[in-house]
């Protein structure tokens, strides 16, 4: 019975906690934007925001980067509503450098997914001229049919490309007419799998992972459990959300559209006798039966951030329409209308953490879902990274810590896979940290603090990187010296330029392969002087003090 007891009251724990109020917060974070459609990460701590009108731009360190990351315009249909729909990073682009542009085609009614590279000198910029396609799909119609336009990586590592029916996507008229999204033999109203080791399909066809959408403009992964949420929007009745949980297996998936709309029967002709449908996981009306007030879902994903504990497990969805954000809590329950109103509100993204972002499509505003009472453990002021000599120093100082625990010192090479190199209890607000990495890894170091409270939750700092040239250290010798003294450790391209201690130079000589200088001393006045070793090409740079005697 005591055992009983206890299940009991876990059970009504839980559900407490599972359909608890959320008090959701919209905060802004970048606005300047030209009719934004996608955000997405390349698992380092940069938001990547894709524009209609063909641009990718960068917003890094709080600042939209000047320059767009990728830019192709000259190749698409039309800047307002037909050219850039959605990008994807695939899990391993710290290494490959590859990223997938799904666009409209200039002139044409054909959406493209091509790939692209990034540039290998600038890892803020892509290579325009990269492009290898890998699926071209031909509408009817690119400015008023539906489309789909979304890409995401599955957790199995597949690409994942969603396809509207080619049905005409005004109010009051029979949606999908010729059956598009129940026809294997048609890419229309699908959602693709694609193995991008062998990224071009030799028959497409044979890549349907589910059918039976509608127009599937958002959809996402779980990014902890790998399920699939949809939304895909309605055409007069009812707006969905399509669920599949992982790992997944057997024949394509099939969600009903056109035989059903959400659960109702839609067009009873196009409905095959012993087929199974894939239920919505929730409905809401649309159109016909809300009072004449458009509505168009918008899918979104489950929070696994840290930063708001309350939020965890939580799917957010919205309506392009309406600007209404809702959610379904961890039990299933759902409440479509949380109570934030966004406009114009086009898609949601996730950073490297798991914090929510949401994108306004006519004010071009990324901002956050937050969730303003969930208490933080931390607070940071500031978190800073310097060169030490051959390692890197890192500092930082709290304006709160409310339960606080400890900080994880954590390294990665590729901003995906972390090791703790050091762990510094928390030593309450106000207080400044300090920690010296003497062994970096060759090549790019990424640095973040795992910040733990006394319950064990915990949030990620930002990401800080780090460069360590394999090139090694330059050196003085002999240092003290006489006449002739060797400035040694040096690369191709490397500036070495000499002042005397009054700040004027004396000498400066132009490295044009990796080895040494020998500089002469000889009829100089004796004292210390100061050696400035420039890199432009690598950003390399050192300051030496030589003493001449």
């Not at 500031?382 to 625990?405: M, V």
């Not at 002087?529 to 420039?534: E, L, P, Q």
Request: one cysteine or more.
């Amino acid at each position: 019975m005591k055992n009983l007891l206890c299940i009991v009251l876990l059970l009504i724990g839980a559900v407490r906690n599972g359909s608890a109020q959320l008090n959701l917060a919209i905060e802004p974070v970048a606005s300047g934007f030209t009719r934004p459609v996608k955000v997405a990460h390349a698992s380092d701590g940069r938001l990547f925001v894709a524009e209609i009108g063909g641009k990718i731009k960068i917003f890094k360190n709080g600042a939209i980067l000047s320059q767009p990351f990728l830019d192709i315009g000259a190749k698409i249909n039309d800047p307002d509503w037909a050219g850039i729909f959605s990008i994807a990073f695939p899990p391993d682009y710290q290494t490959s450098g590859f990223f997938y542009v799904l666009y409209v085609v200039k002139s044409l009614t054909e959406v493209q997914v091509s790939r692209f590279s990034r540039q290998a000198g600038n890892a803020d910029l892509a290579d325009a001229n990269s492009e290898v396609k890998i699926l071209t799909i031909p509408y009817g119609n690119v400015l008023g049919g539906h489309r789909g336009g979304d890409m995401a990586f599955g957790k199995d590592g597949f690409l994942y490309i969603s396809t509207g029916d080619n049905g005409p996507g005004s109010r009051g008229v029979p949606g999908d007419p010729d059956n598009n999204s129940q026809d294997m033999g048609k890419l229309f109203g699908k959602l693709l799998r694609l193995d991008t080791n062998s990224p071009v399909p030799d028959n497409p066809l044979g890549k349907i992972f589910a059918l039976g959408l509608r127009n599937p403009w958002r959809f996402g992964f779980d990014r902890q459990t790998g399920d699939l949420w949809i939304g895909d929007n309605g055409q007069d009745g009812w707006e969905e959300i399509n669920y599949l949980p992982y790992p997944f297996g057997g024949p394509p998936s099939n969600f009903g559209w056109n035989c059903l709309e959400g659960t109702q029967s839609y067009n009873p002709s196009h409905c095959a006798q012993g087929t199974t449908y894939t239920a919505p996981r929730l409905t809401y009306p649309g159109y016909t039966n809300n009072g004449g007030n458009d509505a168009s879902v918008m899918g979104g994903f489950v929070y696994r951030g840290s930063r708001y504990p309350s939020m965890k497990g939580h799917y957010f969805f919205g309506d392009y329409s309406s600007g209404k954000i809702g959610y379904i809590d961890p039990l299933g329950v759902a409440k479509p209308d949380a109570g934030l109103i966004y406009s114009s509100l086009i898609s949601f993204g996730e950073d490297q953490a798991g914090e929510l972002y949401i994108l306004s499509f006519l004010s071009g505003t990324l901002s956050r879902i937050t969730n303003p009472g969930d208490p933080l453990p931390v607070k940071l002021l500031y978190f800073k990274l310097t060169q030490d000599g051959g390692g890197f120093r890192l500092e930082w100082r709290t304006g709160q810590e409310a339960k606080f625990s400890h900080f994880d010192i954590q390294r990665s090479s590729d901003g995906r896979i972390f090791e703790t190199l050091a762990t510094l209890p928390g030593e309450g607000a106000g207080s400044a940290y300090a920690f010296t990495d003497g062994e970096p890894l060759q090549g790019l170091n990424y640095y973040r603090l795992k910040m733990v409270d006394l319950d064990g939750t915990f949030q990620h700092s930002s990401l800080l990187t780090g460069m360590m040239d394999a090139r090694g250290e330059p050196f003085i010798f002999p240092n003290p010296g006489g006449s002739q003294i060797t400035v040694g450790g040096l690369a191709q391209g490397d500036k070495v330029v000499i002042y005397n201690a009054s700040g004027l130079l004396v000498d400066s000589h132009s490295i044009t392969t990796d080895g040494y200088w020998k500089l002469n001393m000889e009829g100089k006045p004796k004292g210390v002087y100061t050696a400035f070793i420039d890199n432009a090409a690598t950003g390399f740079s050192r300051k030496l003090k030589i003493a001449y005697k």
